[in-house]
C-alpha cells in the first residue's frame, strides 16, 4: 500500500497524560500536514512540514502540542498533558512538489479519546 | 465570518435521485476549490476539484463555481448507496493549508 499512513489508529488515554502519533507520507511527497477533525466538523490545520522544515502553525496548535518531521520523512504529532477537549481525529496528509491546487492526500487518522 | 461554510445536513435521499451539494465562501481572491469525500471512520479522499468559475464534470459527479455569488456546489446524478458518505468542499486559500467546510452528511437509501 502506497498511501498515507497512520499509528495508532485508535488510542485511548486518561486525562494528564502525554500520547504521540506518527504518520508515514507517500513517499516521494515532500509536504506532510496534520489536520484535527472533531466530531460533525470539517478537518482543521494544525500544521505543515516541507521537508523536515515546520513553516507554519495554526493557533490552534497550543503549547502542550508539538510536531517533528526529523528527516523529512515520517512526522509525530505529540501532546502532552491531554484534556478532555483534545479528543478528536488526527489527520495527516502530504502532497507533492509543484501543482497548483496543492492536492493534499490524507490518511486514516487516530482517533484519539481523552477520559 | 468563516472562510467556508457548508450546511451539514444531514441530507438523505432516495437511489437514483440527483444530489444537490452546496458552500459559500468569503473571499473572492480563493481559485481553486476542491470536493472530499469522506467515509465512516476514513480519511477524506478528493472527489474533485475546479478553478477558477465554471464546471467540471466526471462521470455522475458535477463540480460548479459561481464566484459571483462566492458560491460552489456538487451535483451527483443517478445517487447510489456507494454514494452515502459525508461531503467536505475545501478552499485553497493561496497558502498550503486546506479550509474545509464543516461537511454535509449524505444518505442514499435504497
Known amino acids: 500500500d502506497t498511501g498515507v499512513s497512520q499509528d495508532p489508529r485508535h488510542k485511548i488515554t486518561k486525562r494528564g497524560q502525554n500520547v504521540t502519533f506518527r504518520c508515514d507520507p507517500i513517499?516521494?511527497?515532500?509536504?506532510l500536514y496534520w489536520y484535527r477533525q472533531t466530531l460533525g466538523q470539517g478537518p482543521e490545520f494544525l500544521t505543515y512540514?516541507?521537508?523536515?522544515?515546520?513553516?507554519?502553525k495554526s493557533r490552534l496548535l497550543s503549547n502542550r502540542f508539538s510536531a517533528e518531521r526529523p528527516k523529512g520523512s515520517f512526522s509525530t504529532l505529540e501532546i502532552q498533558r491531554t484534556e478532555q477537549g483534545d479528543s478528536a481525529m488526527y489527520l495527516c496528509?502530504?502532497?507533492?512538489?509543484?501543482?497548483?491546487?496543492?492536492?493534499?492526500?490524507f490518511g486514516p487518522g487516530t482517533r484519539l479519546t481523552v477520559l | 465570518q468563516k472562510e467556508v461554510e457548508q450546511d451539514p445536513g444531514p441530507l438523505s435521499v432516495p437511489e437514483g435521485a440527483i444530489v444537490s451539494l452546496n458552500c459559500t465562501y468569503s473571499?473572492?481572491?480563493?481559485?481553486?476549490f476542491m470536493w472530499y469525500r469522506q467515509y465512516s471512520r476514513k480519511g477524506p479522499e478528493l472527489l474533485m476539484y475546479?478553478?477558477?468559475?465554471g464546471n467540471k464534470e466526471d462521470g455522475r459527479f458535477t463540480a460548479q463555481v459561481d464566484k459571483s455569488s462566492k458560491y460552489i456546489s456538487l451535483f451527483i446524478r443517478d445517487s447510489q448507496p456507494s454514494d452515502s458518505a459525508t461531503y467536505l468542499c475545501?478552499?485553497?486559500?493561496?497558502?498550503?493549508?486546506?479550509?474545509f467546510g464543516q461537511g454535509t452528511r449524505l444518505t442514499i437509501n435504497p
Open positions: 496528509a502530504s502532497s507533492a512538489p509543484g501543482g497548483r491546487y496543492n492536492e493534499q492526500f
Open positions: 513517499s516521494e511527497h515532500n509536504r
Open positions: 512540514f516541507q521537508n523536515e522544515a515546520q513553516l507554519e
Open positions: 473571499n473572492s481572491a480563493f481559485q481553486y
Open positions: 475546479t478553478y477558477s468559475s
Open positions: 475545501a478552499i485553497n486559500p493561496g497558502a498550503q493549508k486546506l479550509v
